[in-house]
């Protein structure tokens, strides 16, 4: 089992930035991939941005050049940095953590953080 607590978002205006936490615990080594997605309201749950335990990262078009993903190994928590965030950026923010195939590869999800841009 592995549980995600996420914090960091809030209100910001257009051009802002925000960075969003998100710790696990549990059995966090045997994650694999963690990541964002976001869910805006009458929209369905689209990724922002993944980071493999190696490294590899993987990001949405809307938010390349924008938003940085990084992930700290020993406290077992992925960050997004958000920069030059846009109104269209305004959504529930949920972290992802997917288990190594090893261990079964489930799929866990944090409570959602609110994150809203202002014009």
């Known amino acids: 089992q592995v549980k995600l607590v996420e914090s960091g978002g809030g209100l910001v205006q257009a051009g802002g930035s925000l960075r969003l936490s998100c710790a696990a615990s549990?059995?966090?080594?045997?994650?694999?991939?963690m990541g964002w997605y976001r869910q805006a309201p009458g929209k369905q749950r689209d990724l922002v941005a993944t980071?493999?335990?190696?490294?590899?990262?993987n990001y949405a078009d809307s938010v390349k050049g924008r938003f940085t993903i990084s992930r700290d190994s020993a406290k077992n928590t992925v960050y997004l940095q958000m920069n030059s965030l846009k109104p269209e950026d305004t959504a529930v923010y949920y972290c992802?953590?997917?288990?190594?195939?090893?261990?079964?590869?489930?799929?866990?999800w944090g409570q959602g953080t609110q994150v809203t841009v202002s014009s």
């Open positions: 980071i493999t335990r190696s490294g590899t990262t």
């Open positions: 549990g059995s966090s080594f045997t994650i694999n991939t």
């Open positions: 992802n953590a997917q288990l190594s195939a090893f261990f079964g590869g489930n799929v866990y």
